[in-house]
Structure formats: structure tokens, C-alpha cells
């Protein structure tokens, strides 16, 4: 695997509402949050671009709408923000993909000639995924370092419910075996780019 000298690391929502478990229920992959770390710290010893994506959700009781404590980055992320020697973006966005966020992540990939992008954070089947799916749709080389994201069981239509485990494992079927995303791991991101 090669990683671009320039390629984009995506840190998708990695936000302390999703601490709450009450809201969100049972999550997997407790060792994500150490590998989102990991992967800051290879990028910003590299000189490598770091995105950085929050959500500020629109639902009034959502533990990531704005002016709640919950909005604000994690600790681990939030002490790493503007230490790199790379660029660093800030998008905010309210929907899943990160495309669709303020400002335009695509001219900004095109303006800073970037075709690669690595993605890791919360959730890995909903913002993670969709933002992987449409940069591979919009023809960037597209990597999700699995192990680097986690999600939440989830009840979807005749009351089918889904652990977090299985529902994270049918999203890396989904963009690998798809096509829109290489899913690899941390381990193997951190050997390419170190």
C-alpha cells in the first residue's frame, strides 16, 4: 500500500456526544479512539493534511447540536488541532457527508491537488461511510482504516435490530467489496505513511 505524500486525512465527527451511551445505545471497537490518535500523529509528523469534521446536528435533542457540550471535539482530538506541521481544514456540515459540508471539501481537496484520502471516526456506517462512498464516487482514492471507526447497534424497518459489530463489518463489505473504498487497518496506514 502506498500513501501519498499529500494524501488527506478525513477525522470524521470524533465528537464527545458520542459518549452518550444512553442516547446512542451499545457500541463496538472500545480501541477506536487510540487509532483515530495514532493516525493524527502520523499525519501531523508527516506534514500531511488533517480535515477534521464535525457535525452539528439539527435535532434539538441530539447530544451534537451546537452550543452542547456534546458538539465539541473529543479531548484527544481537540489538544491535536493546528499542532501539525501540515494544513489543517475545519468542516462543519449537518448531513452524513462530509462533501456536503461548509466549507467545500472537494475544492478544497482540488485547490491542495489531493486525490487520496484516508477516513477514519464515528459513526463507521453512517458519516464515515457516506463520505467515503461519494469520494469514491467523485474518483479519489479512498481508504477507510476499519479498526479507526466504530458505530452503535441500530433498529431499522420491521423492527430489525443490528449489533454495532455486524452493522460496522456489512459497511466494510459494502465500500470494499463495492469498490468505492479500500478498507484496511490502522496498522497497515501507519506502516505506508510513517
Not at 466504530?150 to 454495532?164: K, M, N, S
Given at each position: 500500500?502506498e ?5 488527506a ?10 459518549d452518550?451511551?444512553?442516547?446512542w445505545?451499545?457500541r463496538?471497537?472500545p ?8 493516525l493524527?500523529?502520523?499525519?501531523q509528523a508527516?506534514?500531511?493534511p488533517?480535515?477534521f469534521?464535525?457535525?452539528d446536528?439539527?435535532?434539538p435533542?441530539?447530544?451534537?447540536r451546537p452550543g ?7 479531548e484527544?482530538v481537540?489538544?491535536r488541532r ?9 468542516i462543519?456540515k449537518?448531513?452524513?457527508s462530509?462533501?456536503?459540508?461548509t466549507p467545500?471539501l472537494?475544492?478544497?481537496l482540488r485547490?491542495?491537488g ?7 471516526g464515528i ?7 457516506t463520505?467515503?462512498?461519494?469520494g469514491?464516487?467523485l ?6 482504516a476499519?479498526?479507526a471507526t466504530?458505530t452503535?447497534d441500530l433498529?431499522?424497518p420491521f423492527?430489525?435490530r443490528?449489533?454495532?459489530d455486524e452493522l460496522?463489518r ?13 478498507v ?11
Amino acid at each position: 500500500m502506498e500513501i501519498a505524500e499529500n494524501a488527506a486525512l478525513i477525522v470524521v465527527d470524533v465528537q464527545k456526544g458520542f459518549d452518550e451511551a444512553d442516547f446512542w445505545g451499545p457500541r463496538n471497537n472500545p480501541g477506536a479512539d487510540e487509532a483515530i490518535a495514532s493516525l493524527i500523529d502520523v499525519w501531523q509528523a508527516t506534514g500531511r493534511p488533517v480535515v477534521f469534521v464535525r457535525h452539528d446536528s439539527e435535532r434539538p435533542q441530539s447530544p451534537l447540536r451546537p452550543g452542547y457540550v456534546g458538539n465539541d471535539f473529543k479531548e484527544y482530538v481537540e489538544e491535536r488541532r493546528g499542532t501539525g506541521a501540515g494544513k489543517e481544514l475545519l468542516i462543519t456540515k449537518t448531513v452524513n457527508s462530509a462533501f456536503y459540508g461548509t466549507p467545500d471539501l472537494a475544492a478544497w481537496l482540488r485547490a491542495e491537488g489531493i486525490s487520496q484520502l484516508v477516513l477514519a471516526g464515528i459513526q463507521t456506517n453512517m458519516c464515515v461511510e457516506t463520505t467515503a462512498r461519494m469520494g469514491g464516487n467523485l474518483g479519489y482514492d479512498v481508504l477507510v482504516a476499519f479498526d479507526a471507526t466504530y458505530t452503535f447497534d441500530l433498529t431499522g424497518p420491521f423492527d430489525w435490530r443490528r449489533g454495532a459489530d455486524e452493522l460496522a463489518r456489512a459497511s466494510a463489505v459494502s465500500l470494499h467489496g463495492g469498490g468505492f473504498a479500500r478498507v484496511v487497518t490502522t496498522e497497515e496506514i501507519v506502516a505506508a505513511a510513517s
